[in-house]
Protein backbone atom coordinates (compact mmCIF):
# COMPACT_ATOMS: atom_id res chain seq x y z
CA UNK A 1 0.00 0.00 0.00
CA UNK A 2 2.50 2.48 0.65
CA UNK A 3 4.74 1.37 -2.53
CA UNK A 4 1.66 2.29 -4.41
CA UNK A 5 1.00 5.50 -1.98
CA UNK A 6 4.60 6.37 -3.65
CA UNK A 7 3.83 6.08 -6.81
CA UNK A 8 0.79 7.93 -6.75
CA UNK A 9 2.26 10.79 -4.87
CA UNK A 10 5.22 10.73 -7.86
CA UNK A 11 2.74 11.49 -10.45
CA UNK A 12 0.87 13.90 -9.01
CA UNK A 13 3.89 16.31 -8.07
CA UNK A 14 6.12 15.34 -11.03
CA UNK A 15 5.68 16.34 -14.53
CA UNK A 16 7.66 15.34 -17.94
CA UNK A 17 11.11 16.26 -19.09
CA UNK A 18 9.99 19.64 -20.58
CA UNK A 19 8.39 20.58 -17.41
CA UNK A 20 9.22 22.35 -14.14
CA UNK A 21 8.90 20.24 -10.54
CA UNK A 22 6.26 21.69 -8.70
CA UNK A 23 8.24 22.38 -5.29
CA UNK A 24 4.92 24.51 -4.38
CA UNK A 25 3.09 21.66 -3.60
CA UNK A 26 5.62 21.31 -0.38
CA UNK A 27 3.83 22.69 3.05
CA UNK A 28 5.10 26.02 3.71
CA UNK A 29 6.20 24.74 7.12
CA UNK A 30 8.30 21.88 5.56
CA UNK A 31 9.79 24.87 3.16
CA UNK A 32 10.50 26.68 5.83
CA UNK A 33 12.63 24.04 7.61
CA UNK A 34 14.54 22.62 4.76
CA UNK A 35 15.48 26.58 4.32
CA UNK A 36 16.51 26.45 7.75
CA UNK A 37 18.85 23.28 7.59
CA UNK A 38 20.33 24.52 4.99
CA UNK A 39 21.38 27.87 6.49
CA UNK A 40 22.99 25.51 9.52
CA UNK A 41 24.53 23.55 7.08
CA UNK A 42 26.24 26.61 5.70
CA UNK A 43 26.60 28.99 8.22
CA UNK A 44 25.72 26.96 10.91
CA UNK A 45 23.14 29.90 11.86
CA UNK A 46 25.60 32.94 12.19
CA UNK A 47 24.82 36.23 11.44
CA UNK A 48 28.52 37.43 10.27
CA UNK A 49 28.76 34.51 7.79
CA UNK A 50 25.83 35.66 5.55
CA UNK A 51 28.43 37.79 4.01
CA UNK A 52 31.65 35.91 4.01
CA UNK A 53 34.99 34.99 2.11
CA UNK A 54 36.09 31.28 2.46
CA UNK A 55 39.93 30.78 2.79
CA UNK A 56 41.08 29.02 -0.66
CA UNK A 57 37.83 30.97 -3.01
CA UNK A 58 38.00 33.47 -5.50
CA UNK A 59 35.09 35.02 -4.48
CA UNK A 60 32.39 36.04 -1.94
CA UNK A 61 29.84 33.56 -0.07
CA UNK A 62 25.94 35.61 0.85
CA UNK A 63 23.25 34.61 2.74
CA UNK A 64 21.22 31.43 3.96
CA UNK A 65 22.57 29.45 0.81
CA UNK A 66 26.09 30.76 0.70
CA UNK A 67 25.47 31.78 -3.10
CA UNK A 68 28.55 32.77 -4.87
CA UNK A 69 29.30 35.82 -6.21
CA UNK A 70 32.55 36.42 -8.22
CA UNK A 71 34.66 39.70 -8.44
CA UNK A 72 35.15 41.18 -11.96
CA UNK A 73 37.59 39.50 -14.45
CA UNK A 74 36.94 36.42 -12.64
CA UNK A 75 37.66 32.87 -14.47
CA UNK A 76 36.11 30.39 -11.86
CA UNK A 77 34.69 27.29 -12.97
CA UNK A 78 31.76 27.18 -10.54
CA UNK A 79 27.87 28.15 -11.20
CA UNK A 80 27.34 31.72 -9.89
CA UNK A 81 24.42 31.95 -8.32
CA UNK A 82 23.80 35.16 -6.34
CA UNK A 83 23.47 37.75 -9.19
CA UNK A 84 20.41 35.29 -10.04
CA UNK A 85 19.05 35.90 -6.29
CA UNK A 86 19.03 39.37 -6.92
CA UNK A 87 17.04 39.04 -9.88
CA UNK A 88 14.84 37.10 -8.15
CA UNK A 89 14.34 39.77 -5.43
CA UNK A 90 13.88 42.42 -8.38
CA UNK A 91 10.88 39.79 -9.85
CA UNK A 92 9.33 39.34 -6.14
CA UNK A 93 9.40 42.96 -5.39
CA UNK A 94 11.93 43.16 -2.64
CA UNK A 95 13.11 46.49 -1.90
CA UNK A 96 16.47 46.64 -1.85
CA UNK A 97 18.02 49.66 0.58
CA UNK A 98 19.49 52.65 -1.14
CA UNK A 99 22.59 52.19 0.71
CA UNK A 100 23.09 48.76 -1.13
CA UNK A 101 21.49 50.02 -4.39
CA UNK A 102 24.75 50.73 -6.02
CA UNK A 103 26.04 47.16 -5.42
CA UNK A 104 22.92 44.81 -5.69
CA UNK A 105 22.22 44.88 -9.08
CA UNK A 106 22.36 41.86 -10.97
CA UNK A 107 24.81 42.60 -13.47
CA UNK A 108 26.99 43.99 -11.21
CA UNK A 109 30.51 42.28 -9.83
CA UNK A 110 31.20 41.27 -6.31
CA UNK A 111 32.81 44.69 -5.00
CA UNK A 112 35.85 43.38 -3.67
CA UNK A 113 38.53 41.69 -6.00
CA UNK A 114 39.50 39.71 -3.02
CA UNK A 115 39.43 38.16 0.46
CA UNK A 116 42.51 41.04 1.27
CA UNK A 117 39.82 43.77 0.14
CA UNK A 118 37.04 42.07 1.68
CA UNK A 119 38.60 42.69 5.25
CA UNK A 120 39.54 46.12 4.62
CA UNK A 121 38.33 47.89 7.57
CA UNK A 122 36.60 50.41 4.82
CA UNK A 123 34.60 47.56 3.57
CA UNK A 124 33.32 46.46 6.82
CA UNK A 125 30.01 48.96 7.66
CA UNK A 126 28.68 48.48 3.95
CA UNK A 127 29.33 44.81 4.26
CA UNK A 128 27.73 44.26 7.80
CA UNK A 129 24.37 46.55 6.19
CA UNK A 130 24.11 43.38 3.44
CA UNK A 131 24.19 41.20 6.29
CA UNK A 132 21.51 42.63 7.70
CA UNK A 133 19.58 43.19 4.45
CA UNK A 134 20.16 39.25 3.71
CA UNK A 135 19.32 38.53 7.72
CA UNK A 136 15.55 40.38 7.12
CA UNK A 137 15.03 38.63 3.80
CA UNK A 138 15.59 34.91 4.57
CA UNK A 139 12.33 34.03 3.22
CA UNK A 140 12.59 35.51 -0.35
CA UNK A 141 16.19 33.61 -0.51
CA UNK A 142 14.35 30.57 0.54
CA UNK A 143 11.94 30.42 -1.94
CA UNK A 144 14.93 30.81 -4.62
CA UNK A 145 16.55 27.68 -3.44
CA UNK A 146 13.24 25.83 -3.98
CA UNK A 147 12.56 27.35 -7.13
CA UNK A 148 16.24 26.31 -8.45
CA UNK A 149 14.86 22.83 -8.00
CA UNK A 150 12.12 23.23 -9.56
CA UNK A 151 13.81 24.42 -12.56
CA UNK A 152 16.67 21.53 -12.51
CA UNK A 153 14.46 18.48 -13.44
CA UNK A 154 14.42 19.05 -17.09
CA UNK A 155 18.00 21.24 -17.06
CA UNK A 156 19.12 17.70 -15.74
CA UNK A 157 17.79 15.07 -18.22
CA UNK A 158 19.79 16.61 -21.13
CA UNK A 159 23.17 15.71 -19.08
CA UNK A 160 22.08 11.89 -19.58
CA UNK A 161 23.89 10.69 -22.80
CA UNK A 162 21.36 7.95 -23.49
CA UNK A 163 17.51 7.63 -22.82
CA UNK A 164 18.52 5.22 -20.35
CA UNK A 165 20.46 7.85 -18.34
CA UNK A 166 17.96 10.44 -19.19
CA UNK A 167 15.05 8.32 -17.96
CA UNK A 168 17.30 7.43 -14.72
CA UNK A 169 17.91 10.42 -13.93
CA UNK A 170 14.64 11.05 -13.66
CA UNK A 171 13.31 8.10 -11.95
CA UNK A 172 15.69 8.27 -9.30
CA UNK A 173 14.82 11.78 -8.83
CA UNK A 174 11.41 10.71 -8.24
CA UNK A 175 12.66 8.13 -5.90
CA UNK A 176 14.29 9.96 -4.22
CA UNK A 177 11.80 13.21 -3.63
CA UNK A 178 8.90 10.45 -2.48
CA UNK A 179 11.23 9.31 0.21
CA UNK A 180 11.48 10.69 3.78
CA UNK A 181 13.77 13.65 3.92
CA UNK A 182 14.33 13.30 0.28
CA UNK A 183 13.03 16.96 -0.89
CA UNK A 184 15.86 18.02 1.51
CA UNK A 185 18.59 16.21 0.32
CA UNK A 186 17.33 17.59 -3.67
CA UNK A 187 16.89 20.75 -2.25
CA UNK A 188 19.99 21.08 -0.08
CA UNK A 189 22.50 18.97 -2.80
CA UNK A 190 21.29 21.08 -5.72
CA UNK A 191 22.24 24.61 -3.68
CA UNK A 192 25.48 22.74 -2.54
CA UNK A 193 27.16 21.70 -5.31
CA UNK A 194 24.48 22.51 -8.24
CA UNK A 195 22.73 20.52 -11.19
CA UNK A 196 25.90 19.16 -12.66
CA UNK A 197 24.84 20.47 -15.95
CA UNK A 198 27.90 23.44 -16.55
CA UNK A 199 30.67 22.29 -18.59
CA UNK A 200 33.21 23.96 -17.01
CA UNK A 201 31.82 22.24 -13.35
CA UNK A 202 34.03 19.29 -14.37
CA UNK A 203 37.58 18.13 -13.25
CA UNK A 204 39.32 15.46 -16.38
CA UNK A 205 35.56 15.57 -17.66
CA UNK A 206 33.90 14.18 -14.42
CA UNK A 207 30.88 16.72 -12.57
CA UNK A 208 30.21 16.40 -9.33
CA UNK A 209 26.40 18.10 -9.25
CA UNK A 210 23.04 16.19 -8.71
CA UNK A 211 22.50 14.79 -12.25
CA UNK A 212 26.03 12.87 -11.44
CA UNK A 213 24.82 11.70 -7.97
CA UNK A 214 21.13 10.21 -9.87
CA UNK A 215 23.65 8.72 -12.16
CA UNK A 216 25.79 6.93 -9.72
CA UNK A 217 22.63 5.79 -7.41
CA UNK A 218 22.03 2.23 -7.12
CA UNK A 219 18.43 2.04 -7.72
CA UNK A 220 17.80 -0.53 -4.72
CA UNK A 221 16.91 -0.15 -1.20
CA UNK A 222 16.24 3.13 0.60
CA UNK A 223 16.75 5.94 -2.01
CA UNK A 224 17.74 8.34 0.61
CA UNK A 225 21.02 6.21 1.66
CA UNK A 226 21.28 5.51 -1.95
CA UNK A 227 21.48 8.88 -2.54
CA UNK A 228 24.00 9.46 0.39
CA UNK A 229 26.49 6.68 -0.71
CA UNK A 230 26.04 7.98 -4.15
CA UNK A 231 26.72 11.56 -3.22
CA UNK A 232 29.87 10.68 -1.73
CA UNK A 233 31.14 8.70 -3.89
CA UNK A 234 31.01 11.34 -6.59
CA UNK A 235 32.30 14.34 -4.12
CA UNK A 236 35.43 11.49 -3.22
CA UNK A 237 35.97 11.69 -7.16
CA UNK A 238 35.95 15.17 -7.33
CA UNK A 239 38.37 15.24 -4.71
CA UNK A 240 40.68 12.77 -6.57
CA UNK A 241 40.57 14.32 -9.81
CA UNK A 242 40.95 18.08 -8.33
CA UNK A 243 44.08 20.17 -9.64
CA UNK A 244 46.89 19.08 -6.35
CA UNK A 245 46.90 23.34 -5.94
CA UNK A 246 43.14 23.25 -4.93
CA UNK A 247 43.69 20.81 -1.95
CA UNK A 248 39.88 20.14 -1.94
CA UNK A 249 40.97 17.06 0.44
CA UNK A 250 40.80 19.25 3.08
CA UNK A 251 36.73 20.16 2.41
CA UNK A 252 35.83 16.74 1.99
CA UNK A 253 34.99 15.13 5.74
CA UNK A 254 33.14 18.66 5.78
CA UNK A 255 31.32 17.60 2.82
CA UNK A 256 30.46 13.80 3.98
CA UNK A 257 29.33 15.28 7.65
CA UNK A 258 26.57 17.56 5.34
CA UNK A 259 25.65 14.77 3.17
CA UNK A 260 24.90 12.52 6.35
CA UNK A 261 22.18 15.15 7.66
CA UNK A 262 20.15 13.55 4.63
CA UNK A 263 19.75 10.66 6.95
Known amino acids: MIKVFSVVFSCLLFSSFSHAVEISNLPKEEQSRIADLIFKNECNRKFDCLVSWNDGEDFASLGIGHFIWFPKGSNAPFQESFPDLIRWYQQNNVVIPKTLSNIL ?90 EGI ?17 LAMDE ?24 PERNEQRWLKGWFKRIDTYR
Request: glycine letters at 6%.
Open 105 to 194: QPNQPCPWQNKVEFLKPENQAQIQQLRIFLANSKETQASFIMDRLSQALPKMVEVGQSDAEKQKIEQQFHRVAASPNGWYALIDYVNFKG
Open 198 to 214: KESERYQGKGWGLAQVL
Open 220 to 243: QGDAVVDFRGAAKQVLSQRVQLSP
